[in-house]
């Protein structure tokens, strides 16, 4: 099974459901559609409407981030993943580097991964290094230090989906070469394993994954799907790197 989740960021009021629609009717005709799922993750504000609009439709809809703690408190702004769930959300993003970048740590990821599951939610945990980090040649060893500072044995795997984006990748139209981007996900595979043993969680890579360059990545069979920005906004480029994935 592969993954594409559109991670719409700050974008998106109510007639944006539009765009969904779309991907949701070339979803239904596409003679592919059980090869891969599709995700995507709205702004807060809008994912009771789509949960609802999607029941019963094979567009499934996740948060974009959840406070590392369980229930109610008094947090204001903060959206725990118990209400998330409540509203029929099914997944949930945490550790985005805009998230880390705005603070959050290992130790609030750990937590927001802890109460994600226990709330029912499937977490797509991202990871990645930094333009330095990847100068320096630290790119599998921040990447490792990502994964086990967070990731717990006793977490429900089959739960977990793992999300590498290099920082220098997100909104840069740039992208990892090939061979580089095999070894890091053999790499962050391997860890996984030595975390979780057997079955590692799926493996995706995300950062400027367009319609154009879908191609280089088709032939990477380690990496098992796409968290997709940008080109998440518009229904005919998010339909196009399905189109492009599988043609
Ligand atoms: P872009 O596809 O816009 O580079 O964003 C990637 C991303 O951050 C998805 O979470």
């Not at 995700?39 to 590392?68: A, D, W």
Request: hydrophobic content about 35%; overall charge positive.
């Amino acid at each position: 099974m592969k993954y594409f989740i559109g991670n719409w960021k700050m974008f998106g009021v109510p007639r944006s459901i539009n765009i969904l629609n779309k991907i949701n009717s070339f979803r239904s005709r596409d003679k592919n559609r059980n090869k891969y799922r599709v995700i995507i993750t709205p702004p807060y504000t809008l994912i009771e409407s789509f949960v609802k609009h999607f029941r019963n439709k094979k567009i499934m809809i996740g948060s974009q981030n959840c406070y590392q703690k369980d229930q109610f408190s008094s947090n204001t702004a903060a959206v725990s993943p118990y209400m998330i769930r409540s509203v029929g959300a099914k997944y949930t993003l945490v550790g985005h580097s805009d998230n880390r970048s705005e603070g959050d740590t290992d130790l609030m990821l750990r937590d927001k991964v802890k109460f994600a599951l226990r709330n029912n939610l499937k977490v797509i945990f991202c990871i990645g290094e930094n333009k330095s980090q990847k100068k320096n040649n630290k790119t599998f060893s921040t990447l490792r230090r990502q994964l086990t500072k967070v990731l717990k044995k006793e977490f429900n795997k089959k739960n977990i989906i793992v999300a590498y984006e290099p920082i220098w990748s997100i909104g840069t139209g740039k992208i990892p070469n090939q061979k580089d981007l095999l070894k890091t996900s053999i790499h962050i595979k391997k860890v996984l394993k030595t975390i979780f043993r057997k079955n590692s969680p799926a493996v995706l890579y995300g950062g400027s994954v367009d319609e154009n360059n879908i191609d280089m990545f088709r032939e990477i069979k380690e990496i098992d799907g796409f968290l997709i920005g940008g080109a998440s906004k518009s229904s005919k480029k998010f339909i196009d790197i399905i189109k492009n994935y599988y043609r």
